[in-house]
C-alpha cells in the first residue's frame, strides 16, 4: 500500500541550529515533492517544491533534498530561529494536481 | 497568490444533521480541493470542484455523504450530510493557482466541525 512517513517524534532544537525533517515514501512515483508550513488553527502554507529530476532546492534558510533511488526528501531549516516552531508537512505530486500528505513533523526552537 | 476564506469556522453539530462549509477565494480558480484532517493526522483529499463539471471523490469518499457544489470560479461548497462523531474533524478547501510554481496550493484557514 502506498505509505509517506515524516519524522515520527516532534523535533525540539535549540535556536542557531538545523532542523533535519525527513520525509520517506513508499509505492510512490512522485514527479515532484513540496513541503509545507501549517500553525496551529491555519491552512498549510506553501514553503517549497523540487521535481523529481532535481537533487536539492534552496529559499533563504531552507533546503529540500531529494533522492528518488532512497524515496526520500530531507527538509533543513539552518539558523533555527522562535519563529520556525511550526508543523512540517511533506506532500507527493503526481502531475494531475492531486496532492498526498504526509502527518507532520512538529518542530519546536527554544531561545 | 489567492487569498481563502472559509465560513464557519468552527461549529458544533449534532448527529444526523448536516452542514454546508464555504470556501470562498479572492480570484477566479479552475481547480478547488477539499480535504479533512483528522486529529493529528495528515490531510486527505475528499474530492476535486472544477467549474463546471461534476466534483471527482477520491476512494472511500461518496457524493451522498459530501455533495460539492462549484456554481462559479470563486465559490465552493463542501456539505457534510448525517453527521456522526467520527466526521468531527476540520475541513480545508484549497486552490491551484500555479504563480509561485506550478501545481502549489493556497489553503483556507479550515473548518472545526465538531460532532456530538
Known amino acids: 500500500s502506498q505509505k509517506i512517513e515524516q519524522n515520527s517524534e516532534a523535533l525540539n532544537i535549540q535556536e542557531g541550529k538545523t532542523a533535519t525533517l525527513t520525509c520517506n515514501y513508499t509505492?510512490?512515483?512522485?514527479?515532484?515533492l513540496q513541503w509545507y508550513r501549517q500553525d496551529p488553527g491555519r491552512g498549510p502554507v506553501f514553503l517549497l517544491l523540487?521535481?523529481?529530476?532535481?537533487k536539492e532546492k534552496r529559499k533563504e534558510r531552507l533546503k529540500v533534498t531529494f533522492d528518488t533511488t532512497l524515496k526520500q526528501s530531507l527538509f533543513h531549516i539552518t539558523a533555527s530561529q522562535p519563529a520556525d516552531s511550526a508543523t512540517y508537512l511533506c506532500a507527493l505530486g503526481l502531475n494531475d494536481y492531486k496532492l498526498s500528505f504526509g502527518a507532520g513533523t512538529t518542530v519546536t526552537v527554544r531561545a | 497568490s489567492a487569498v481563502i476564506s472559509q465560513k464557519p469556522s468552527r461549529d458544533i453539530c449534532q448527529r444526523g444533521t448536516s452542514l454546508t462549509i464555504q470556501c470562498q477565494v479572492d480570484s477566479q480558480v479552475t481547480m478547488m480541493f477539499w480535504y479533512r484532517q483528522q486529529p493529528g493526522q495528515s490531510l486527505t483529499l475528499i474530492a476535486t470542484a472544477n467549474q463546471g463539471s461534476e466534483a471527482t471523490y477520491e476512494s472511500g469518499f461518496v457524493i451522498d455523504k459530501f455533495p460539492i457544489s462549484r456554481p462559479n470560479l470563486t465559490f465552493s461548497t463542501l456539505t457534510v450530510s448525517n453527521m456522526s462523531p467520527e466526521d468531527s474533524s476540520i475541513y480545508l478547501c484549497?486552490?491551484?493557482?500555479?504563480?509561485?510554481?506550478?501545481?502549489?496550493?493556497?489553503f483556507g484557514p479550515g473548518t472545526r466541525l465538531t460532532v456530538l
Open positions: 509505492n510512490y512515483s512522485p514527479a515532484y
Open positions: 484549497s486552490v491551484e493557482v500555479g504563480d509561485i510554481s506550478p501545481d502549489t496550493q493556497y
Open positions: 523540487i521535481r523529481e529530476n532535481e
